[in-house]
């Protein structure tokens, strides 16, 4: 691990990179669960767990359950910046030193130490709709910068290659903005809906039927981007990747979906709820890998081949 870090390969770098995603995609899950628990007020100070402490301690007011599962939540914030820091210093210690890599990396840390200010709004305002939304909504923006560098960390560093046209990559890009749409849409849901994260916290007006509504047809609209994207990569004959990229996000969309009716015809179960937020956060990185797919900079070259012209001059070459 330390050499990970401290002497990273484009190996390693990706691996590390596939932690920050890892990271960032966990976090969306615990943070269900503290909803769905009405552990949100556990710990009803920040950045303080209460008046006087740091961690969860005696309260009258809070059971202690609640307080554990809101202090582990902000617990695996530190752990999710303790990996964008590490992928940070491997970016900056990658030899060469890749630019481009560097500032995703970057933007990881920044972006978790954001995430745990908004947090703190998020108390401090005793879980008003519209912070736990943005609280929520800044995940899948950090996830950009995480899933690029992931994909970024396998290739090279050449001018990109667009490996379709540009109606097709316009679709793509449509359906991550679709999909970007069905994330928002699902924070009203959440927040007018029974899951608020406390039984005293405030809720938006609108009427739950309603908005889940707008939720469903923005999923189907998704839907069909999706099958329009998968008829037209067929005609064009893109390239494989790209194509399997589409029909894992397609897949993802068929099970979300069912997750999606079945919870809302049981009566939103807290379980079905944190794996729904799961699903959406998959679909979200799966139509991202789709965008990036419609272009290629060519896989890294292998260890072999990054060695020094000082070190290739030295090794003995077969007979």
Known sequence: MRDAVWRPTPASMRTLALLGVIGNAGIIGTGGAVRVTESGLGCPEWPRCTGDSLVPTHSAEHPAVNMAIEFGNRMLTFLVLAVGLLVFIAALRLAPRRRGLVWLAAAQPASVVAQAVIGGIVVLTKLHPTSVSLHFLLSPALLIFCVALWVRAGETDEPPRRVVGP?????????????????????????????????????????????????????????????????????????????????????????????????????????????????????????????????????????????????????????
């Open 167 to 319: 109606a097709v990559r316009g679709l793509a890009g449509a359906l991550a903005a679709a999909t970007a749409l069905v994330l928002v849409a699902g924070t009203v849901v959440t927040g007018t809906g029974p899951h608020a994260g406390d039984a005293e916290a405030r809720r938006y007006g609108f009427n739950i039927e309603d908005v889940t509504r707008v939720h469903s047809l923005l999923a189907w609209a998704t839907v069909a981007l999706t099958v329009t994207l998968l008829v037209v990569l067929h005609r064009v004959r893109a390239p494989a990747a790209l194509r399997r990229r589409a029909l894992e996000l397609f897949a993802l969309e068929l099970a979300q979906g069912l997750i999606g009716y079945v919870q809302y015809f049981l009566g939103v179960p807290a379980a079905l709820v944190v794996l729904h937020m799961l699903g959406a956060v998959l679909m979200w990185i799966a139509a991202l890998r789709v965008v990036l797919a419609t272009r290629t900079r060519g896989p890294v070259p292998s260890a072999p081949a990054l060695a020094s012209p000082r070190r290739r001059a030295h090794q003995v070459l077969p007979a």
